[in-house]
């Protein structure tokens, strides 16, 4: 069974800097991306950053490129997301996800993000 469990979140003025940490396991293949969403109180769930197990390509959203940066620790199987220069507008939980193919998403349960102006 796959898992995925988050932790690292909090509250932080803005300007500064968090790093979540998603801890995955269950998995018995690395064809998946592994990455994060968040979501804001009363807006959509949008996507933030991924990487592919497979060969580490990553992908950002315009709105956290150059201020996020997401890696993946393959011994501890783990993906961490690196947040600096946070602004007010990056408060939302945040979700780790997972995609593989052939399978239903895969999601964490959440952790708050709140930055503070």
């Known amino acids: 069974e796959v898992q995925l469990v988050e932790s690292g979140g909090g509250l932080v003025q803005a300007g500064g800097s968090l790093t979540l940490s998603c801890a995955a396991s269950?998995?018995?293949?690395?064809?998946?991306?592994i990455g994060w969403f968040r979501q804001a109180p009363g807006m959509e769930r949008e996507g933030v950053s991924c990487?592919?197990?497979?060969?580490?390509?990553?992908y950002y959203a315009d709105s956290v490129k150059g201020r996020f940066t997401i890696a993946s620790d393959n011994a501890k199987n783990t993906v961490s997301l690196q947040m600096n220069s946070l602004k007010p507008e990056d408060t939302a939980v945040y979700y780790c996800?997972?995609?593989?193919?052939?399978?239903?998403?895969?999601w964490g349960q959440g952790t708050q993000v709140t930055v503070s102006s």
């Open positions: 996800n997972a995609v593989q193919p052939g399978t239903p998403d895969y």
């Open positions: 269950g998995f018995t293949r690395d064809d998946y991306a």
């Open positions: 990487i592919l197990k497979s060969d580490g390509d990553t």
